[in-house]
């Protein structure tokens, strides 16, 4: 076997029977990191020390069970059949979307207990959302899964991405369109949006809803590349999950706008 285009293994190290893979370690990665921009902007905001520590202990697990979920739920004609790979998320199988909404609701949920800003805290977690989706998309790569349509050879070179890439794309003889690498591409550009709308004087929420109305804009096109989409009544789920969470970002940020009034912050 040419060497060149030998994929990477999944499995980053064994400790004895267990697999330790590069999914995990990767999406663990990314919530870590996420954490700890979190963290530093919610001290600037004033929140103790523990406020996010809380959060994310609630938050996490019920996101990751929801994501779960949700990819079980489009792909149960599998599932059904074999139900003890449900619990096998190791693997992958997990769909953001999933985990939005789960995560969501358990952050609103969390922010009434405590008695503070839903949208406060929701702009605050948005950039280190999607530095869990940028990150998260590379578990994907490592998994060869989670890519877009056949393409040659020549047009992934054209792309001007490294040849460790262009031979993880190289499933069974056949190249794949990168779409791990396009979202985390255009995740990157989004998480710098955000960033520097941080140093504009916003109205609490408009900075989460900026990240629903990017991520679901980019989300809907590059679903209509993959080969593995999870699908209902013959549409792309994430496609129309996408245009719906788009269209309510847009209705929300407008309404939002002209007919309440919302502290702005001041830094």
């Known amino acids: 076997m040419d060497l060149a285009l030998m994929a990477i293994d999944p499995v980053a190290f064994s400790i004895?029977?267990?697999?330790?893979?590069?999914?995990?370690?990767?999406?663990?990665?990314?919530?870590?990191?996420?954490?700890?921009?979190?963290?530093?902007?919610?001290?600037?905001?004033?929140?103790?020390d523990e406020f996010l520590t809380d959060l994310l202990i609630w938050t996490v697990p019920i996101a990751i069970i929801c994501a779960r979920i949700y990819y079980v739920i489009f792909e149960w004609s599998y599932y059904s059949q074999n139900p003890g790979d449900i619990i096998q998320i190791w693997n992958g199988g997990i769909a953001i979307h999933g985990a939005l909404i789960g995560?969501?609701?358990?952050?609103?949920?969390?922010?009434k207990k405590r008695g503070v800003s839903f949208w406060q805290v929701a702009d605050i977690l948005a950039p280190s959302i999607l530095i869990g989706q940028i990150l998260g998309r590379w578990g994907n790569f490592m998994n060869q899964e989670a890519h877009g349509g056949p393409v040659t050879q020549e047009f992934l070179e054209n792309l001007m991405i490294p040849d460790w890439i262009i031979n993880q794309m190289n499933i069974g003889g056949i190249y794949y369109h990168p779409t791990f690498l396009y979202e985390s591409l255009w995740n990157i550009l989004g998480l710098i949006v955000l960033l520097l709308l941080r140093k504009v004087n916003l109205r609490r929420g408009e900075i989460?809803?900026?990240?629903?109305?990017?991520?679901?804009?980019?989300?809907?096109?590059?679903?209509?590349?993959?080969t593995d989409s999870l699908?209902?009544?013959?549409?792309?789920?994430?496609?129309?999950?996408?245009?719906i969470a788009l269209v309510i970002?847009?209705?929300?940020?407008?309404?939002?706008?002209?007919?309440?009034?919302?502290?702005?912050?001041?830094d």
């Open 16 to 48: 004895g029977a267990i697999d330790v893979r590069w999914y995990g370690i990767i999406i663990a990665c990314g919530i870590l990191l996420g954490y700890f921009v979190a963290q530093n902007e919610m001290k600037k905001r004033g929140f103790g």
């Open 103 to 111: 995560g969501g609701i358990t952050v609103y949920v969390f922010c």
């Open 208 to 226: 989460f809803l900026t990240y629903v109305i990017w991520y679901s804009f980019g989300r809907f096109f590059i679903e209509g590349l993959r």
């Open 231 to 243: 699908l209902i009544m013959g549409f792309r789920t994430a496609q129309l999950v996408s245009l």
């Open 249 to 266: 970002a847009v209705i929300v940020f407008i309404y939002r706008r002209v007919k309440m009034k919302q502290v702005r912050y001041k």
